[in-house]
């Protein structure tokens, strides 16, 4: 107390300051993840995709029709099954990765299709090192091997298959050029070779 015997209001406000403060940093916390989640949901769909004329008369247009966008089950693969990981580390980084690739768009590195054509071969060695690296990770969210019917692949898929497995070799050494057109030079299974001689 001081002299004149009134209770000094300073420890009220402070309270209420800091309660004031931590109600704010909680709601601006919560609107960081609710828009940092639409925005990664938003960057995830083939809109957001093809949304640049780059991706869509180039890419897009090779992939329309191929298995993974028409088929007999009518399940579709989009873009980011194949070119981004579902879990949330994998993701976040493949996105950040994937936020420096817009400066290609910025500055125009593949704005016409023979600039395209000239970075073809870059741009799919750098989609095979990535899926060399994560054990084609993104094929396996949809492809389990333990859940393929073998009975209904020939038998030069099965033992194919069986050799692969055995050889320890991942779907992408094989599986290239199946929604995009292949780039000239090696594959996946060239480069994979260069790499263990490394």
């Known amino acids: 107390m001081n002299p004149s015997g009134a209770a000094p209001a300073r420890p009220q406000r402070n309270w209420r300051l800091i309660?004031?403060?931590?109600?704010?940093?909680?709601?601006v916390g919560v609107l960081l993840v609710i828009g940092g989640a639409a925005g990664?949901?938003?960057?995830?769909?083939?809109?957001?995709?093809?949304?640049?004329?780059?991706?869509?008369?180039?890419?897009?247009?090779?992939?329309?029709?191929?298995?993974?966008?028409?088929?007999?089950?009518?399940?579709r693969a989009v873009c980011t099954d194949c070119h981004v990981p579902?879990?949330?580390g994998p993701l976040l980084v493949r996105k950040m990765a994937a936020s420096f690739e817009v400066w290609g768009h910025l500055t125009g590195v593949?704005?016409?299709?023979?600039?395209?054509?000239?970075?073809?071969?870059?741009?799919?060695?750098?989609?095979?090192?990535r899926m060399l690296e994560t054990d084609s990770h993104e094929c396996r969210n949809c492809h389990k091997s333990d859940h393929?019917?073998?009975?209904?692949?020939?038998?030069?898929a099965q033992a194919r298959h069986a050799k692969a497995k055995a050889e320890g070799t991942t779907c992408i050494e094989c599986h290239f050029g199946i929604a995009h057109k292949e780039p000239e030079g090696p594959g996946p299974k060239e480069m994979k070779a260069?790499?263990?001689k490394q």
């Open 110 to 129: 593949i704005d016409t299709r023979e600039k395209f054509e000239a970075h073809r071969s870059q741009l799919a060695h750098k989609v095979w090192k």
């Open 40 to 75: 990664l949901a938003w960057t995830s769909t083939e809109a957001f995709c093809i949304g640049c004329h780059e991706m869509r008369d180039n890419v897009y247009a090779e992939y329309k029709d191929t298995i993974h966008d028409r088929n007999r089950t009518g399940v």
């Open 194 to 196: 260069v790499a263990s």
């Open 19 to 27: 309660l004031g403060f931590g109600l704010l940093s909680v709601l």
């Open 86 to 88: 579902r879990e949330v």
């Open 148 to 156: 393929m019917d073998r009975d209904k692949q020939s038998e030069k």
